[in-house]
């Protein structure tokens, strides 16, 4: 049997491969970061949904998932929307650079941000594919005593990331002092958002 510091490294190492690229809720958690705007609670509201939904995926759900054609349609189609808005939202943010600077703190309110960040979370089915879908197959592999720990492992690497992303950002803040550095940010989220929207859209009219 393998052991457990084995199991919780591949758990680590799994998680960690899948989560770290640029992807919308990553770019959120960046933004959030450089504003200094609720960056604690949104952290931790990555990194305990990520750990339930691994939990999840460990547990079975993700095979429950994957013979749900329905429900993955629905997800695509709720995940376009919200992304293609909030695309829209950043390439519009673009075009007005007084209201990104980064002194301007506070200008989302707690609720506003959790509930943004529940919309990257939920809403895009590659989080349910990574955390549910792919982590719980490797997972469900994993000797049934040790899988408790295979799952802490990919947790502790979601946690890992999205802390130092987050609380990392303000590392970046003096080159984010300028509006046009705040410009090609909201560029590069709203080609993003745009674009996962659009790679959503084309697979369901596959």
Known sequence: MASPFAVFLTGFAASAGLIIAIGAQNLFVLRQGLRREHVGPVVLFCALADAALMTAGVGGVGALAAASPRLTTLLALGGAAFLGWYGIAALRRMTQPQVMRVAEAGAVSLGRALAATAGFTFLNPHVYLDTVLLLGAIGAAQPAP?????????????????????????????????????????????????????????????
């Open 146 to 206: 040790l899988r408790p720990v295979f799952v802490i492992g990919a947790a502790s690497a979601s946690f890992v990331w999205f802390s130092a992303l987050g609380f990392g950002a303000r590392l970046l803040r003096p080159i984010f002092t300028r509006p046009e550095a705040w410009r090609t940010l909201d560029l590069l989220v709203g080609l993003t958002m745009l674009a996962l929207a659009a790679s959503l859209l084309v697979r369901v009219a596959r």
